[in-house]
């Protein structure tokens, strides 16, 4: 062994070399190869370290465009001629920040840039816009295309221009071509797409005075010529996205979807967060004080099973107490100290009974600290509403999320957290009419796996968790006990979730051993599930990705990961996607559905909510018959699958009183 390492470790002088010194020395790169290769390969942080973009390599809008500026009455009429002609705009609006207490967004227009063929049309004048413009934002046949159109909605709403004709969003467009990115926004498309670094183009100005709209009068000029630079920039890089991706969306066969589904979407989330949600803020501040009060008790408590006092919320002292003090079994432990988080303080439950105190001691924070404090700053003055925002390019799925506070999580799983929505109330004259979707992802899982007993129990309206229940345990449907009901249940979504034997364990409390038979018996049951799994993950592999039945694509490159961990959270995603993101879809075809024949029938009745699989209306009395038929019929008839859709319709004076 000693010769062995000898021999591997003594270098071979009379081995051959082709290559003399002066080729071994290092050589200027060569710079335009490089900066090619970089931005192929996405290496912008690496582009800007060794300035590889200097002049030669800059693409810049201004030198290719005619500009456009302060145009005569007859020069913005024969815009508005040629817009009306061509049957669309493309157009970029530039805003500034702006504190009034009214507005649904703090943004007000400060210029809009309009691009028609080689010429950017640039106007600064808020007046002149709202005159020349509003029939053109408002007229349905004239295609809008531009980039954040659910911000430009609200913006021109906020100046009493109803934004019609949704078409072309440059950030959508972006996310429907790959949905695992992160940004899509314009100067990152621009980048990605046209290898225009637009940051780096424009002129920045120094010691700029800072404007508001307090200052503007009709004739002055409130922009900047960064801003001004900016926004005839977007307008240029929107002209020049939209047939590029439009044209990959095309190839990706996703033109229905983005046409169909997503743009009308945009609409319709676009309304929902104009609208918004009346919240009463007397009670959500006494809701608070109740929490505070709870939170009390539950600190005395917990004081008193440990025999003394310390910051419950450090993660050093609670550490402390609960393993050295207590002597609780230490579940994990790194560099900086014991870890108390949930999963530990989980594992610990029945070992201690401070454990559930501190759980709910956590819960009770939260609740005060994201919802009643951090809600408190988003209530409108004016509307006394919470005007969300709601997403549609942040999941990799098409779920739609909510910011500025999220809505969409406001705890339900225990009574306190449930409460909360009881300070959510429909305005005066009206109620709340609420839609849920029962089990819309199993429902839709049946139909893409084709499994025949799945799609026989929901054709027969058989409770499904007793009924998996009944095939995994080997019982008669009657004999299936509750407990066996609810493990029948976390098999169901544990399945559709690519859960492993151990988590499934785990989260029924049972061994991994016995977990993994109850998967076993349910993929021998439901064989037509078993051959979807497998198909879907050879598919992925193959392909590289995955689609839903509405052509949503979801790219999988975790499954050439050399990591292990890594392919098996992609075999997840590629089994998850096509259920969590054909359900999603159908909720958003749902949406465009109810807003559509809300309007078609002059219905006061607003949509105000969706929460993945629920819709919330605020609907006036005398309409409440015709909008729970409306809703009921909308949901469940909108797309046909193997099994049918069933959609819950519950009515309340407050939002607790739903379902």
Same mark, same amino acid.
């Given at each position: 062994?000693?010769?062995?390492?000898?021999?591997?470790?003594?270098?071979?002088?009379?081995?051959?070399?082709?290559?003399?010194?002066?080729?071994?020395?290092?050589?200027?790169?060569?710079?335009?190869?490089?900066?090619?290769?970089?931005?192929?390969?996405?290496?912008?942080?690496?582009?800007?370290?060794?300035?590889?973009?200097?002049?030669?390599?800059?693409?810049?809008?201004?030198?290719?465009?005619?500009?456009?500026?302060?145009?005569?009455?007859?020069?913005?009429?024969?815009?508005?001629?040629?817009?009306?002609?061509?049957?669309?705009?493309?157009?970029?609006?530039?805003?500034?920040?702006?504190?009034?207490?009214?507005?649904?967004?703090?943004?007000?227009?400060?210029?809009?840039?309009?691009?028609?063929?080689?010429?950017?049309?640039?106007?600064?004048?808020?007046?002149?816009?709202?005159?020349?413009?509003?029939?053109?934002?408002?007229?349905?046949?004239?295609?809008?295309?531009?980039?954040?159109?659910?911000?430009?909605?609200?913006?021109?709403?906020?100046?009493?221009?109803?934004?019609?004709?949704?078409?072309?969003?440059?950030?959508?467009?972006?996310?429907?071509?790959?949905?695992?990115?992160?940004?899509?926004?314009?100067?990152?498309?621009?980048?990605?797409?046209?290898?225009?670094?637009?940051?780096?183009?424009?002129?920045?100005?120094?010691?700029?005075?800072?404007?508001?709209?307090?200052?503007?009068?009709?004739?002055?000029?409130?922009?900047?010529?960064?801003?001004?630079?900016?926004?005839?920039?977007?307008?240029?890089?929107?002209?020049?996205?939209?047939?590029?991706?439009?044209?990959?969306?095309?190839?990706?066969?996703?033109?229905?979807?983005?046409?169909?589904?997503?743009?009308?979407?945009?609409?319709?989330?676009?309304?929902?967060?104009?609208?918004?949600?009346?919240?009463?803020?007397?009670?959500?501040?006494?809701?608070?004080?109740?929490?505070?009060?709870?939170?009390?008790?539950?600190?005395?408590?917990?004081?008193?099973?440990?025999?003394?006092?310390?910051?419950?919320?450090?993660?050093?002292?609670?550490?402390?107490?609960?393993?050295?003090?207590?002597?609780?079994?230490?579940?994990?432990?790194?560099?900086?100290?014991?870890?108390?988080?949930?999963?530990?303080?989980?594992?610990?439950?029945?070992?201690?009974?401070?454990?559930?105190?501190?759980?709910?001691?956590?819960?009770?924070?939260?609740?005060?600290?994201?919802?009643?404090?951090?809600?408190?700053?988003?209530?409108?003055?004016?509307?006394?509403?919470?005007?969300?925002?709601?997403?549609?390019?942040?999941?990799?799925?098409?779920?739609?999320?909510?910011?500025?506070?999220?809505?969409?999580?406001?705890?339900?799983?225990?009574?306190?957290?449930?409460?909360?929505?009881?300070?959510?109330?429909?305005?005066?004259?009206?109620?709340?009419?609420?839609?849920?979707?029962?089990?819309?992802?199993?429902?839709?899982?049946?139909?893409?796996?084709?499994?025949?007993?799945?799609?026989?129990?929901? *054709?027969?309206?058989?409770? $499904? +968790?007793? !009924?998996?229940?009944?095939? =995994?345990?080997?019982?008669?449907?009657? /004999? &299936?006990?509750?407990?066996?009901?609810?493990?029948?249940?976390?098999?169901?979504?544990?399945?559709?979730?690519?859960?492993?034997?151990?988590?499934?364990?785990?989260?029924?409390?049972?061994?991994?051993?016995?977990?993994?038979?109850?998967?076993?018996?349910?993929?021998?049951?439901?064989?037509?599930?078993?051959?979807?799994?497998?198909?879907?993950?050879?598919?992925?592999?193959?392909?590289?990705?995955?689609?839903?039945?509405?052509?949503?694509?979801?790219?999988?490159?975790?499954?050439?990961?050399?990591?292990?961990?890594?392919?098996?959270?992609?075999?997840?995603?590629?089994?998850?996607?096509?259920?969590?993101?054909?359900?999603?879809?159908?909720?958003?075809?749902?949406?465009?559905?109810?807003?559509?024949?809300?309007?078609?029938?002059?219905?006061?009745? *607003?949509?105000?909510?969706? $929460? +993945?699989? !629920?819709?919330?209306?605020? =609907?006036?009395?005398?309409?409440?018959? /015709? &909008?729970?038929?409306?809703?009921?019929?909308?949901?469940?008839?909108?797309?046909?699958?193997?099994?049918?859709?069933?959609?819950?319709?519950?009515?309340?004076?407050?939002?607790?009183?739903?379902?």
């Amino acid at each position: 062994m000693a010769i062995l390492s000898r021999t591997l470790g003594t270098i071979n002088t009379k081995s051959p070399i082709n290559v003399t010194m002066d080729d071994l020395k290092v050589k200027e790169w060569d710079k335009e190869k490089v900066l090619e290769l970089f931005t192929k390969l996405r290496f912008n942080k690496y582009i800007d370290r060794f300035s590889l973009r200097n002049e030669k390599n800059k693409v810049n809008p201004l030198d290719e465009i005619e500009i456009k500026e302060n145009l005569s009455e007859g020069d913005l009429q024969s815009l508005v001629n040629q817009i009306n002609k061509d049957k669309q705009i493309i157009y970029y609006i530039g805003t500034i920040e702006d504190e009034n207490q009214a507005n649904i967004i703090k943004k007000e227009i400060c210029n809009i840039s309009i691009i028609i063929g080689d010429k950017v049309y640039y106007i600064d004048n808020v007046e002149t816009i709202k005159k020349y413009f509003k029939n053109i934002f408002e007229d349905e046949s004239i295609k809008k295309i531009g980039d954040n159109l659910k911000q430009d909605y609200i913006i021109l709403k906020q100046n009493d221009i109803e934004l019609r004709g949704f078409e072309y969003d440059a950030g959508i467009a972006g996310y429907i071509i790959d949905s695992i990115k992160n940004k899509y926004d314009i100067e990152t498309l621009a980048l990605r797409y046209l290898n225009i670094e637009i940051s780096s183009l424009i002129t920045k100005e120094k010691n700029q005075e800072q404007i508001n709209l307090f200052d503007m009068t009709n004739e002055k000029n409130i922009n900047s010529e960064e801003e001004k630079q900016k926004s005839i920039m977007y307008a240029y890089c929107i002209n020049k996205l939209y047939p590029i991706t439009m044209k990959f969306i095309e190839e990706q066969g996703e033109t229905k979807l983005f046409k169909e589904i997503e743009m009308p979407t945009a609409k319709v989330l676009a309304k929902m967060q104009y609208n918004g949600i009346y919240i009463n803020k007397d009670e959500l501040i006494e809701y608070g004080r109740n929490l505070k009060f709870e939170i009390e008790e539950k600190t005395n408590k917990i004081y008193n099973l440990c025999g003394q006092e310390f910051n419950i919320n450090s993660t050093k002292q609670l550490g402390k107490i609960l393993f050295e003090d207590l002597k609780l079994p230490v579940q994990k432990k790194g560099k900086s100290g014991y870890s108390t988080d949930v999963e530990v303080l989980e594992k610990l439950r029945e070992e201690h009974p401070v454990i559930n105190e501190l759980l709910d001691y956590r819960q009770l924070m939260k609740l005060n600290s994201t919802y009643v404090e951090g809600m408190l700053p988003y209530i409108n003055s004016k509307t006394n509403r919470i005007h969300s925002y709601f997403h549609q390019t942040v999941t990799a799925t098409g779920r739609i999320s909510s910011t500025e506070p999220n809505l969409q999580n406001i705890p339900t799983r225990f009574e306190l957290g449930k409460q909360l929505r009881k300070v959510f109330k429909p305005k005066e004259g009206c109620i709340f009419v609420d839609a849920d979707y029962s089990q819309v992802e199993l429902r839709v899982f049946a139909h893409i796996s084709g499994d025949k007993n799945m799609i026989e129990a929901f *054709k027969n309206g058989t409770d $499904i +968790h007793r !009924e998996v229940a009944s095939k =995994v345990f080997n019982k008669p449907l009657d /004999e &299936v006990t509750h407990e066996e009901r609810e493990k029948a249940k976390a098999v169901n979504f544990g399945i559709v979730y690519g859960i492993s034997d151990f988590g499934l364990g785990e989260q029924i409390k049972v061994s991994r051993k016995v977990a993994k038979e109850y998967i076993e018996e349910y993929l021998r049951k439901y064989s037509g599930i078993k051959e979807y799994m497998d198909k879907i993950d050879e598919v992925a592999k193959e392909k590289g990705y995955v689609t839903t039945i509405f052509g949503r694509r979801r790219n999988i490159p975790e499954l050439k990961s050399q990591n292990y961990l890594v392919r098996q959270f992609g075999s997840r995603a590629a089994l998850n996607m096509p259920i969590q993101g054909t359900a999603a879809d159908i909720m958003k075809l749902a949406m465009i559905e109810v807003d559509k024949r809300l309007e078609e029938l002059g219905l006061k009745s *607003k949509l105000l909510l969706q $929460i +993945h699989d !629920e819709l919330l209306l605020e =609907v006036p009395m005398e309409e409440e018959n /015709e &909008v729970k038929e409306l809703l009921k019929n909308s949901m469940e008839n909108i797309v046909k699958l193997k099994v049918p859709l069933i959609a819950e319709v519950t009515t309340a004076s407050d939002w607790y009183g739903c379902k």
